[in-house]
């Protein structure tokens, strides 16, 4: 146990090193030897001065989340940081790596704090819909003020060793040997004689908070939180530190804590983040990987060009083939202009943007590709097109390479056997834009070989993307539900219900926005042409595009966009021609419960469906897709997590009543989903 956290004292400066591999997380074996070492300590007259610092990687990355939702053994967090408050020695946190969460909580207990220059900082308490519950809310503050900490609190996103400096958040950033550097910086405090203030006793940055300002920052956030409760009660607590003397501004943060961790919300964000972390495991831990260098593209239009750069933003050199020289220039010149946009925007410096177009190869000839390692297609959805790029692909590429499709909705087995090496082809389907979208379903197809499959998993982390292993099916897991959730969308406007009605349902339900706000963004051509090809019609949106109305893009679609605004207007004209196509059909009010039923529970349906023919390994991988790659708000955990806290037996039961009303096979329930409703498991029978 005592192994979790050692004491050295040299020259009067005691090292507790903690020790708790892999990024030394609070846990309880942490804590308990830690309260013991600073007891002690405080009380050393060998001790002069304490630096806190961890082996290993990184600082203290975080509570121990396993922890979560068990009852918490002391000594806990708050009683460690209470304890560093009561020690008149100058105590200093050396930081390497990360100190997020806990980990920066028990540091601002500490008078100083000392990071190397690598070191990155933050409270990501947010993201599993908590807030920092160890004092981080009343402390930050009064160290950075009060604008900055609500603005790391609430994004929960962490910020540099040199922002941290700016900001006061650090004392000093150091290059090199950060131990012995934080050794010499202790030496040299305890020298001083201080005396040294806690932070807790600190007003002088928030002595000048101007409320209104900061009232005014919080209300544009809680605007963005989209019926998220945790950033609410993050600005609360910042609030509280400005307004309450601090042990009552403590005690307030820790009613909102626990308020917040019982709670469905977090418990929802706690699933995805454990979902996400399962999902990224494929069979065949130990299996070889295959070597992955170069990346190949083909195809440089929206997703080719996306996929590209995904690729160059890991590090990867990347070859982009296209069918002539214009359209290679017209795809590079867009990628130039994207990059160009993130450095106007400051995310990007002008020498990485260099450095990752460097990384960049055109080519219009499939002899380009032979020296890559991976070649993913990204041509147009049509399946004559893509077997045509993989016979040619098969003919060029290297033995071993592994050939991908991004396909939305095509076989890729058929794809596979228009090659002579089906076990090294998989579908890799991107969700668009492809730089910045972060999920990546991995489409096993019968014949694909698991080493190829596991290599292309850990490329994914790689470059950032979130990847799901999913089945063969028309859509994938993603946008065969989709087509599931929209089947209704229609028939909802035919039997009274507007645009506008259904997209506040799905905005009130907390998604970013509604089925025909989104039609609009995306262009209703698109799946006008889908239709056609497909020989399926859809009444009122295939008039919409036979009157040019494809969204946006022309200013009209469901919605009316005046002066190039992207903000929908609610159009007479469509909802006459609704009920102009709606012969026979009396109209009648439909409300928000009727909308969720016939679009949602649907969803969830087809999700049991995926599960049962085993296209899902998992329901938590379903919600993975969901919550990253279609906007389902994080605060509900994805749809079959949901589905538990909607009550499984309602949304069985109402699906029969519909399926009764309407006889279509959408609303049937699917067996894995009465399962559920009886065992409070997803399982495939
Ligand atoms: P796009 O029309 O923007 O780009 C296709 C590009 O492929 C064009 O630049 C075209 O010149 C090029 N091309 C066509 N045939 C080629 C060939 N034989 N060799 C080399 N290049 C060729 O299309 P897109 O939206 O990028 O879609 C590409 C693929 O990605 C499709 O299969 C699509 O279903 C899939 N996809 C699209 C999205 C999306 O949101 N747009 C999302 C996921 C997947």
């Given at each position: 146990m005592s192994s979790s956290v050692s004491v050295a004292i040299e020259k009067g400066v005691a090292v507790v090193t903690i020790d708790n591999p892999?990024?030394?997380?609070?846990?309880f074996h942490v804590r308990k030897p830690l309260y013991e070492a600073l007891t002690a300590l405080r009380d050393?007259?060998?001790?002069?001065a304490i630096v806190i610092a961890c082996a290993g990687?990184?600082?203290?990355?975080?509570?121990?989340?396993?922890?979560?939702g068990k009852p918490i053994e002391q000594p806990e967090l708050r009683a460690i940081v209470a304890l560093l408050e009561t020690i008149a020695k100058p105590t200093i946190a050396a930081i390497h790596g990360t100190a997020l969460g806990g980990g920066l909580e028990l540091a601002l207990g500490c008078h100083f704090r000392v990071v190397d220059q690598g070191a990155k900082l933050g409270l990501p308490e947010v993201k599993l819909g908590?807030?920092?519950?160890?004092g981080g809310t009343v402390r930050l503050p009064r160290l950075v003020g009060a604008a900055k900490a609500l603005g790391m609190i609430v994004s929960g996103t962490p910020i540099s060793a040199g922002e941290a400096k700016a900001a006061g958040l650090v004392d000093a950033v150091f290059d090199g040997d950060l131990l012995a550097q934080a050794v010499r910086f202790a030496s040299e405090m305890a020298a001083g004689g201080g005396p040294f203030v806690p932070v807790r006793d600190r007003n002088d940055r928030l002595a000048g908070t101007d409320l209104a300002a900061f009232d005014a920052q919080a209300a544009e956030l809680a605007k963005k939180a989209?019926?998220?409760?945790a950033p609410l009660a993050c600005a609360e607590a910042v609030r509280n530190a400005i307004t309450l003397p601090f042990d009552e501004a403590l005690a307030a943060e820790r009613q909102l804590f626990v308020k917040l961790v019982s709670g469905d919300q977090s418990r929802a964000q706690r699933h995805l983040f454990f979902a996400e972390r399962e999902a990224a495991k494929v069979p065949g831990k130990d299996l070889q990987r295959r070597v992955i260098e170069r990346v190949g593209i083909i195809g440089a239009g929206t997703m080719g060009g996306g996929i590209a750069m995904a690729f160059a933003n890991g590090g990867f050199p990347v070859t982009l083939l296209e069918t002539g020289e214009e359209a290679l220039q017209r795809g590079l010149a867009m990628i130039e202009k994207n990059y160009a946009v993130s450095v106007s925007r400051g995310s990007l410096t002008d020498e990485a943007k260099r450095q990752r177009l460097g990384l960049f190869k055109g080519g219009?000839?499939?002899?380009?590709?032979?020296?890559?390692d991976l070649i993913i297609e990204a041509v147009f959805e049509d399946m004559a097109v893509k077997k045509e790029v993989f016979g040619r692909l098969d003919a060029v590429a290297r033995p071993g390479a592994i050939l991908a499709t991004n396909t939305s909705y095509l076989d890729v087995n058929e794809i596979a056997a228009s090659?002579?090496?089906?076990?090294d082809v998989l579908g890799m389907h991107f969700f668009s834009p492809a730089n910045v979208m972060k999920l990546l379903e991995i489409v096993r197809a019968d014949k694909t070989a698991p080493d190829a499959l596991a290599t292309v998993a850990d490329l994914a982390r790689r470059i950032g993307k979130v990847a799901v292993a999913v089945g063969v099916?028309?859509?994938?897991v993603g946008n065969r539900m989709l087509s599931a959730r929209g089947a209704e969308n229609e028939a909802l406007l035919l039997e009274g219900a507007t645009p506008s009605q259904v997209d506040k349902a799905f905005t009130d339900f907390g998604?970013?926005?509604g089925p025909f706000q989104m039609g609009d963004l995306a262009g209703l051509d698109i799946g006008w042409r889908n239709r056609k090809a497909r020989g399926q019609t859809a009444v009122i949106a295939d008039t919409l595009c036979e009157q040019g109305r494809f969204g946006q893009k022309t200013g009209r679609g469901w919605y009316r966009y005046e002066g190039g605004s992207r903000e929908p207007v609610a159009d007479p004209e469509v909802e006459a021609l609704i009920r102009a196509k709606a012969t026979g059909i009396a109209p009648r009010a439909i409300d928000a419960e009727e909308i969720i039923e016939r679009t949602l529970y649907p969803l969830v349906n087809e999700g049991a469906k995926i599960l049962e023919e085993g296209?899902?390994?998992?329901a938590s991988d379903i919600d993975v897709v969901w919550a990253n790659g279609?906007?389902?708000p994080v605060g509900k955990g994805g749809p079959m997590f949901w589905a538990g806290l909607e009550g499984a037996a309602r949304i069985v039961e109402r699906l029969g009543y519909w399926h009764r009303q309407t006889?279509?096979?959408?609303?049937?329930?699917a067996p894995v989903l009465r399962r559920f409703a009886e065992t409070g498991r997803w399982e495939a029978l």
């Open positions: 892999p990024v030394n997380a609070l846990s050393d007259p060998a001790a002069k990687r990184t600082f203290i990355a975080g509570a121990d989340i396993t922890e979560f908590l807030l920092p519950g160890g989209r019926g998220l409760e219009t000839d499939y002899t380009d590709l032979a020296d890559c090659t002579s090496r089906p076990q099916c028309h859509g994938f998604w970013p926005m296209i899902a390994a998992r279609y906007g389902f006889g279509r096979a959408i609303f049937e329930p």
